[in-house]
C-alpha cells in the first residue's frame, strides 16, 4: 500500500528542508516536532547514517476539525514530511492522510484528509 506521496529533489538535503520549512506554511502548516534521525541513531546507538528529518507539520484548522470529529484521531497527528538522502539524492515525502485516515470508518475525517492530503501534495510538489 503507497502511504507516502514522494519526490526527488534537485536540492542539497540542507536547502530542502529549508525550502520545506518555507512552503509549509504557504498551505496553513506549522511545524510542531522535528526529528533528526541521523543525530538521534549517532547518539543513542552510535550508527551513521544519512541525512534524514522528520517535521511533524499541522494545520491547526484541519486538526481541530479532525479533533471535533473523532477524539482519538490525535494518534495519527501530526502529518510527517520527511526529507531525506539515499545514495546522494535528495527525496522529499509527505504522508498521504486519505490513507492514513482510510482505518478510522468516520466520513468526516474522510473530507478532512482529502483537503489535507492535497495541501501537502502542494508543499512537495513545490520544493
Avoid at 74 to 99: H, K
Wanted: some cysteine; proline content about 5%.
Amino acid at each position: 500500500m503507497k502511504y507516502g506521496y514522494k519526490r526527488k529533489v534537485l536540492l542539497s538535503f540542507a536547502d530542502a528542508v529549508s525550502k520545506v520549512r518555507e512552503e509549509l506554511p504557504k498551505e496553513g502548516f506549522g511545524v510542531l516536532t522535528e526529528i533528526d534521525v541521523k543525530a538521534t541513531l549517532k547518539n543513542k546507538l552510535n550508527v551513521e547514517y544519512e541525512n534524514y528529518i522528520i517535521l511533524g507539520a499541522c494545520n491547526p484548522p484541519f486538526a481541530l476539525d479532525a479533533l471535533k470529529s473523532e477524539k482519538e484521531i490525535g494518534l495519527f497527528l501530526p502529518c510527517n514530511v520527511i526529507v531525506y538522502e539515499e545514495d546522494g539524492e535528495t527525496f522529499v515525502s509527505a504522508i498521504l492522510p486519505t490513507v492514513a485516515m482510510s482505518m478510522v470508518e468516520n466520513p468526516a475525517l474522510s473530507v478532512i484528509a482529502v483537503e489535507v492530503e492535497a495541501k501537502l501534495k502542494k508543499v512537495v510538489d513545490s520544493i
